[in-house]
């Protein structure tokens, strides 16, 4: 069984940072692009920013020279750093991965639960 669990979530005034992690746990032979989504209230969900293993980096526009992706490979960890935060960035998000599990010969993508972040005076 594999999961993803979040941490860093929080509320923050506006032009603060925070720094958001995604580990995966359990029994995994390989994490291929590790991603993060997020969803405002009434809105779909979208993609903020991936990472794939060799590290090349995408950004939505939206979140382009305030928010940084980065991995520890290791730790099977992915991290978003998040400065000059709007209120347009509140929202929940979830982080991605697609995994390939131990004994599996196919990746498969997994989600975690989810984490609030709210940019409010």
């Known amino acids: 069984q594999v999961q993803l669990v979040e941490s860093g979530g929080g509320l923050v005034q506006p032009g603060g940072s925070l720094r958001l992690s995604c580990a995966a746990i359990?029994?995994?032979?390989?994490?291929?692009?590790m991603a993060w989504y997020r969803q405002a209230l009434g809105k779909e969900r979208e993609l903020v920013a991936a990472?794939?293993?060799?590290?090349?980096?995408n950004y939505a526009d939206s979140v382009k020279d305030r928010f940084t992706i980065s991995r520890d490979n290791a730790k099977n960890t992915v991290y978003l750093q998040m400065n000059s935060l709007k209120p347009e960035d509140t929202a929940v998000y979830y982080c991605?991965?697609?995994?390939?599990?131990?004994?599996?010969?196919?990746?498969?993508?997994?989600w975690g639960q989810g984490t609030q972040v709210t940019v409010s005076s």
């Open positions: 359990g029994s995994i032979s390989s994490v291929a692009t």
């Open positions: 991605t991965a697609n995994i390939r599990t131990s004994g599996s010969i196919t990746y498969s993508a997994y």
């Open positions: 990472i794939s293993r060799g590290t090349t980096e």
